[in-house]
């Protein structure tokens, strides 16, 4: 009969549902990367993301042996040296907050390839 459905095909479709519904509440809460500063960042041996101030003047180059920067804590003074490959934003520059995935190595943080990003300051933030 072309009007009745099986019940077998709502079951299906509603298991598919759940599968898809527990993947994705598991990949916001708990696959991410954890995002830290450099003062957060001993003890850390997995993959991170790290957030900070450009501090020092970065020095290298990004596509041949790296480019080599300080990442410091938005309100301490500790930083962390890091060595990056990849495409550099055209807004990087001392004093920029920025987020580079990667892991620490040695007291030098090893960032991923192609993985800097810069974080345009609020406008919404009132002036110094």
């Known amino acids: 009969m072309p ?10 479709a509603l298991s598919v ?3 898809l519904a527990v993947f994705l509440i598991y990949t ?7 995002s830290l500063q450099p003062s957060q960042l001993r ?5 991170v993301s790290l957030v900070g101030i ?13 480019l080599r920067f300080q990442l410091r804590d938005r309100h301490a003074m500790t930083s962390v040296p890091v060595v990056y490959k990849g ?12 987020v580079v995935d990667g892991k620490l190595r040695n007291g ?3 960032a991923v390839p192609d993985t800097l990003v810069t974080k345009c300051p609020s406008k919404y933030t009132p002036k110094k």
């Open 17 to 19: 549902a759940a599968v």
């Open 3 to 12: 009007g009745k459905r099986s019940p077998a095909r709502l079951i299906v």
């Open 108 to 110: 030098v943080f090893v």
């Open 43 to 47: 003890g850390h041996d997995g993959r």
């Open 54 to 66: 450009v501090a020092g003047r970065p020095a290298g180059d990004a596509h041949a042996g790296g």
């Open 87 to 98: 495409t550099v934003p055209d807004l990087f520059k001392t004093g920029r907050e920025v």
């Open 28 to 34: 916001s809460l708990a696959g991410g990367t954890p």
